[in-house]
Structures are given as structure tokens and as C-alpha cells.
């Protein structure tokens, strides 16, 4: 059984060139991990793809891809910096840095996360205020159809500048609103083709559009947080720390006063972790949320189900962070939703910090690595019916929550999400205060079977612009 693909001399040149075209074409946008996916079927749950020049490795699987990530965690837990992330973060920040200024600000950040929110009663608080602005939207539609794209991201982003900044933003700030789009935009046009033929051609830089968009984009971003944060320095007191920003400045001074040289407590890497944070945190649970309620549309039958266990459990008062346990349907439903979705199919590339022998094949030291997620969460060695949106998945036969090891959205190891504590926060509050809120359905004229589940092309799969209607049920 051969699990890394060697391939014959003309095969490979043939391969060699098809992959080239797929890679401009088709790399990272909805086809091609379903490409990958296809091979994984072929060639085993190891195998080697080239784009142009470049050697990279796909892991599928539930068991090969929690060998690697956590079982040789050190070995495959590097991040692999493409042309275009290394020129929006010049290895600063968290997403796309490694060693010890990686190392340093996972550390930083995931410290403030937890004292500004993750796992505390203060982030449900700001959350559950949160949620109200959102019904509030949903409301004005008054049952009439919209593209819930918007407040979704919105609340979501909401919530991360809450733990940055300290302070929420309405919804109707011209500032915010493009902030939120231009974030969008970004995580869009990062899963084009254009870009990824940047990434393999960088010289092509100057005649593609969307790189010089990217760029621009990126420039009025860091302007604007750059601004925030100078708004903060203003009113700076190191006895009452605000938000991460503030946790960050304090910090700043200190290994200053300290004649500190080679302190990574620098404003890049500030800028840096805050649209770090801001990109990873804000479109992955809008979009998890958005396909939550199609799904709800979709599936009337579940969404009664839904709806029967929070009126039997919880009445009509506020959805709690603890009444989790006595919502095992409900909970089974949120996990079912990020398995089906799988936002992140090949989560996001690794590459491995030293030479590792892998299930008896050598990977070099630097070699790309594609932990394809989906596999994983759709791998029909441990999935009774991968393809279906099925709760029970996640339920025993007494209708009890079971947690599922092959349930791995937010991946694993070294690199793991480091916001999977607020997440799975935010998509429980949210997701029940709206379905005690509302009924969801298809726009009038059409019907459920017709709503469709194709995820869109961009670097998180969305799902495709759709509208709904959100009928009071209250
Ligand atoms: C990384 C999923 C929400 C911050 C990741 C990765 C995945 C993921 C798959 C890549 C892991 C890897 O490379 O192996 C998700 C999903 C979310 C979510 C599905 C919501 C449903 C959040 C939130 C935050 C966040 C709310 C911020 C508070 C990050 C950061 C990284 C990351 C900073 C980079 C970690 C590193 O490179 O060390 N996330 N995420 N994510 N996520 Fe999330």
C-alpha cells in the first residue's frame, strides 16, 4: 500500500504540469480541496502534490491527520508562509509567524483572551448584550427575506473588539462597517486563483489586480487600527488595564523602562495580533452561524426539534452558558453544523520545523503541509453518514450529547485555534437566542429543497449568497 505518491518519470512531468494549471487555477478555492479530497480517495492518506515548483504534502484522514498534528506536534506544527501572507504580516503576529515571536504573542494573546473574556462570565455578558443588537436587526426585516451576512459579521466582530479595545462599535459606524467589509473582502480574495498564482509567481505582482486591491486594502486596515490604537494610548493608565491593546502597551513600556533590546513587545507585532485576531475571529463564526441558520431553514423539522428543547428547557428567559448540558440537541446540532460546513477545508497550510519520518515516508524539513480537515470531519471511517446533516451523530441512543474525537473544525496540536473557547462560546449564545427568537425559512416562492448547501469560493467556504426570512416567534 503506498501512501506518499512516487511518480514515474513522465507521469510525473505530466502530473507536474496538471498540477501547475490546477494550482493557478484552482488552488485553495472550493475545487481543489474537493481535488485533494478525490486523491485522498486514490492515493492514501499521504501524498505529495506540486504547485509549480513547490512540493507539498496533504494529510486526510482522521487518523493521519491527529498522528501528525498531535502526535508529532512539534514536527508538523510550523506555519507555512506564502508570498502574500508574508507580505501582509512580514512574519509578525500570530496566523502567520513562527518561533519565538510566534511562540511569544500565541502566549500574549491567549493569556489576554482569557482574561478578557474566553471561558469567563464577562464574555457571555458582552455576548448575550451582543445578541440583542443582532435580534434587534433581524427584526426590522419584519419576516421579510435578507442576507443575514452583514449582522452576523458584525455581532461576531463585535465580540473580538470587546477583548481588543474594550468597547463594541453600532453597527451603523461608517469606520466599523468598513473595517468589517474590507476584512471580507480580504479573506475572499486570499481564496482566489490570481492570488495564488502570486504566491507561486511573485514576479506576476505588478499585472494582477486583485493583489494591488489586497494591498490597498490592507494599508487603510493597518491605518485604521493604528488609529485605535493611538485613541487608546491617549488615555493609558497602567493600574486599570482596558483590553489586549492596553495589556500590550503596558507591556511595551515596561521592557522599555528595562532597556529591553530584543523585546518582541514591538508596534508591529501589536498591529499585527489586533487584525490577526480580527480576521480569524469575525468571519469564521459569522460563517459558521450563516450556515447554521440555512441549515435551520433547510431542515424544518430540526429546527422544531431546536426550538421544542429551548422552550421545554429553558422557557422564555436568556439562554445561559451553563443550560449547555440540558440541551444535548441543541449542542448536537451547533457540532453537526461546523462538521458538515467544514469552513476551513485544509485549515490553514502548516510546513514541518524539522526532517520527520512519517508512517515510514521522509518529509524534508520545510516541506508545505495541507491538514485536510475535511477529511477528517467527512471521513466515512468514523462518520455513520458523512455527507447528511445528522445531529445524531453527536447523540447516544438516550439522546445524550457524546463529543466525537474525529469532530475537528478548530483543528489540533501546536497550531490549534486559539479562539476555540470563545467561539464555541459565541455560536451557542447566538445560535439559541435567535432560534428563541425567530422561525427561519426560504424566501416566499421558493422552497426548502431548493435552498442550496454549495459552499461559495473564498479561503473560508461560505455558503452561497442566499436570503432568509427570520419570522417572530414570540
Ligand atoms: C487558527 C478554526 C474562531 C483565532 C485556526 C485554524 C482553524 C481555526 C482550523 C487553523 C489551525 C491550524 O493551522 O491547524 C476556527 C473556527 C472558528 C474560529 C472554525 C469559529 C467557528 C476563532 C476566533 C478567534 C480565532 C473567535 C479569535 C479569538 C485564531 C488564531 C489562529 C487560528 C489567532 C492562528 C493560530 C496559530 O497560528 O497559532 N482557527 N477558528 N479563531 N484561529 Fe480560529
Not at 524539522?354 to 470531519?377: A, C, E, H, M, W
Amino acid at each position: 500500500h503506498l501512501d506518499i505518491l512516487t511518480f514515474s518519470c513522465s507521469f510525473w512531468f505530466r502530473f507536474h504540469y496538471m498540477v501547475v494549471f490546477m494550482g493557478c487555477l484552482l488552488y485553495f478555492i472550493f475545487t481543489f480541496y474537493l481535488l485533494q479530497l478525490q486523491f485522498s480517495k486514490k492515493y492514501g492518506s499521504v501524498f505529495t502534490v506540486y504547485f509549480g515548483p513547490k512540493k507539498a504534502v496533504v494529510l486526510a484522514g482522521y487518523k493521519t491527520v491527529k498522528q501528525a498534528l498531535v502526535d508529532h506536534a512539534e514536527e508538523f506544527g510550523g506555519r507555512y508562509v506564502s508570498r502574500v501572507a508574508d507580505d501582509i504580516n512580514q512574519q509578525h503576529g500570530i496566523l502567520f509567524s513562527n518561533g519565538d515571536n510566534w511562540k511569544e504573542m500565541r502566549r500574549f494573546a491567549l493569556s489576554n483572551l482569557r482574561d478578557y473574556g474566553m471561558g469567563k462570565k464577562i464574555a457571555e455578558e458582552k455576548i448575550l448584550e451582543e445578541c440583542q443588537y443582532l435580534i434587534e436587526v433581524f427584526e426590522k426585516h419584519k419576516g421579510q427575506p435578507f442576507d443575514t451576512t452583514q449582522p452576523m459579521n458584525h455581532a461576531a466582530s463585535n465580540i473580538i473588539a470587546f477583548i481588543v479595545y474594550g468597547s463594541r462599535f453600532e453597527y451603523s459606524d461608517p469606520q466599523f462597517k468598513g473595517m468589517v467589509n474590507r476584512a471580507n473582502e480580504n479573506i475572499r480574495i486570499i481564496g482566489t486563483a490570481p492570488i495564488q498564482l502570486y504566491n507561486i509567481f511573485p514576479w506576476m505582482g505588478k499585472w494582477i489586480k486583485t493583489v494591488k486591491l489586497l494591498k490597498n486594502n490592507l494599508e487603510v486596515q493597518v491605518n485604521h487600527f493604528r488609529d485605535l490604537i493611538d485613541q487608546l494610548k491617549t488615555s493609558l493608565n497602567a493600574e486599570m488595564c482596558r483590553c489586549l491593546i492596553d495589556s500590550f502597551q503596558i507591556r511595551k513600556q515596561k521592557d522599555e523602562d528595562s532597556c529591553v533590546t530584543d523585546s518582541l513587545y514591538h508596534e508591529e507585532n501589536l498591529l499585527k495580533v489586533v487584525s490577526n485576531l480580527f480576521a480569524a475571529g469575525t468571519d469564521t463564526t459569522g460563517t459558521t452561524l450563516r450556515w447554521a441558520l440555512l441549515l435551520m431553514a433547510k431542515y424544518p423539522q430540526i429546527q422544531f426539534q431546536v426550538q421544542e428543547e429551548l422552550r421545554r428547557e429553558t422557557g422564555s428567559r436568556q439562554v445561559r452558558v451553563e443550560d449547555r448540558k440540558k440541551l444535548p440537541y441543541t449542542d448536537a446540532v451547533i457540532h453537526e453544523t461546523q462538521r458538515l460546513a467544514s469552513i476551513l477545508p485544509v485549515a490553514i497550510p502548516h510546513v514541518t520545523t524539522q526532517d520527520v519520518n512519517f508512517q515510514g515516508f521522509f518529509i524534508r524539513k520545510g516541506t508545505t503541509v495541507y491538514p485536510l480537515l475535511t477529511s477528517v470531519l467527512h471521513d466515512d471511517c468514523e462518520w455513520e453518514t458523512p455527507s447528511t446533516f445528522n445531529p445524531a451523530h453527536f447523540l447516544d441512543k438516550q439522546g445524550r450529547f457524546v463529543k466525537r474525537d474525529a469532530f475537528m473544525p478548530f483543528s489540533a496540536g501546536r497550531r490549534a485555534c486559539l479562539g476555540e473557547g470563545l467561539a464555541r462560546m459565541e455560536l451557542f449564545l447566538f445560535f439559541t437566542s435567535l432560534l428563541q427568537r425567530f422561525r427561519f425559512t426560504p424566501p416566499p416562492g421558493v422552497t426548502e429543497e431548493e435552498l442550496d448547501l454549495t459552499p461559495a469560493v473564498g479561503f473560508t467556504l461560505n455558503p452561497s449568497p442566499h436570503q432568509l426570512c427570520a419570522v417572530s416567534i414570540v
